[in-house]
Structure formats: C-alpha cells, structure tokens
C-alpha cells in the first residue's frame, strides 16, 4: 500500500502571501489531521476531516484553514503569511482518527 | 487540555545497551498512547503503540508500559543499534471526541554509539 503523500516537499514564500500544502492519504483511509513542527513547539495538531468535515481544530489563528475533498484527498491553506510560520507541516491519515500514520511533510519557510 | 511530558531530552547509549524514554500525561480519559520515531528530513514514523486495556506490549526490540493509575507510559529498546538513533516521540489521545488530535511530548534525541 503507499503511504502518506505531500506535495510540495519544500516551499518558500515571502511575508504575506498564501500557500496551499496538499495531502493523500492512504487509500482507504477516510481522517486526515495536520500537525505543525517546529524547533520551539515541537508538534502541534491544527485540524483534521473526516469524510469532508472537520471534526477538531487546534489553536490556531483562522489564518490556518484545510479542506478535504471526496477521495480523502485534504489541503491546508495559511493565508497573510508570518515568519512564525516557517515549519515542518505533517499530514496524517487514519482510518479512526487514533492510529494515524504520517507523511514526509512540507518544509515552508517564509522569507 | 491534555499535557504530555516526556523525558529525557537527549539520550546517548553505547550499541547494544537498552534505551527508555518516558512520559507523562494528565487526562485520565486518554486511551491510546502511541510512540513515533522521526529521522532526519522525514516524517514521523509509527514504531509502537498500546491501548489502556493492555498493561505491556512488545515487538522485537520495542517494547511499551503502560501504568494507567500513574499516568505514565514507557519505550523500552533493547540491544540497541546505530540505525535507531533518531528523535523519538510519545504521543496520546482519548479516542473519542478528540478526533484526530494527537498531544505529542516534546521528544527525546537518542544517539547510539557504535
């Protein structure tokens, strides 16, 4: 089975802008969460979907949306971006929401 | 909300020696607790993981306590090897309304030396 995808692997944007981070669960799983990774707040959970609703949502400016759409498939968008927000983002999927298996995430860096 | 305390920080064992990293939590209502091991330049990745009605549970090497009263679980790594030096993470989550939510310690840097 393949595992977790994300695309891109690496992005750099400037202060401002918007990126968009995609992810593809493993087939037949239907929760997908984000995580955020940082040096100073190790990692953090932003939200996950089910079945293209949001079930859960972790402290996080509105800024930080996601979606997901009827394959699983889930995006997550960071509006105005801030230096802070230079991180490792993780993608995970899972068939319940609790055994959850990781992408190699999107490294973004804002400039 | 749930915090999870993990220690040590960083661990340095000769290859061959055992290795344990523990951590703690609060919420009571948490029901699985599993462990994740991060290299360089990749994502988390699932090694272990125990439920709370299971007091131990092994594969090969790996090995994970739970203590449900305490509120403190344990990785235990046996016969350690340079290839398990990586960033190690406990993590927890009640399963039930805390959909999708995993809380993470903040992970311990095991180094072995050959």
């Known amino acids: 089975k393949a595992g977790v995808t994300q695309t891109p692997r690496y992005l750099i944007k400037t202060r401002g802008q918007q990126v968009t981070l995609s992810c593809s669960p493993i087939s037949g799983h239907r929760s997908v969460s984000w995580y955020q990774q940082t040096p100073g707040q190790g990692l953090q959970f932003l939200f996950e979907y089910f079945s293209e609703t949001q079930r859960n949502k972790g402290n996080f400016p509105g800024r930080f949306s996601g979606r997901q759409f009827s394959n699983s498939r889930s995006e997550m968008n960071v509006s105005t971006l801030e230096l802070g927000d230079s991180a490792l983002y993780l993608c995970?999927?899972?068939?319940?929401?609790?055994?959850?298996?990781f992408g190699p995430g999107t490294r973004l860096t804002v400039l | 909300g749930e915090n999870v305390e993990q220690h040590p920080s960083t661990l340095s064992v000769q290859e061959g020696d055992s290795a344990v990293i523990k951590c703690t939590y609060s919420?009571?209502?948490?029901?699985?607790f599993p462990w994740y091991k991060q290299e360089l330049g990749k994502g988390p990745q699932l090694i272990i993981d125990i439920r709370s009605n299971v007091g131990e549970k092994k594969d090969q090497r790996i090995a994970v306590t739970l203590n449900k009263t305490a509120k403190h679980f344990s990785l235990h790594i046996t016969e350690t090897q340079p290839e398990d030096s990586a960033v190690y993470f406990c993590?927890?989550?009640?399963?039930?309304?805390?959909?999708?939510?995993?809380?993470f310690g903040q992970g311990t840097i095991l180094t072995v030396h050959p």
């Open positions: 919420d009571s209502a948490s029901n699985y």
């Open positions: 993590a927890v989550t009640d399963g039930g309304t805390s959909y999708g939510k995993l809380t």
């Open positions: 995970a999927s899972s068939l319940q929401a609790d055994t959850q298996y």
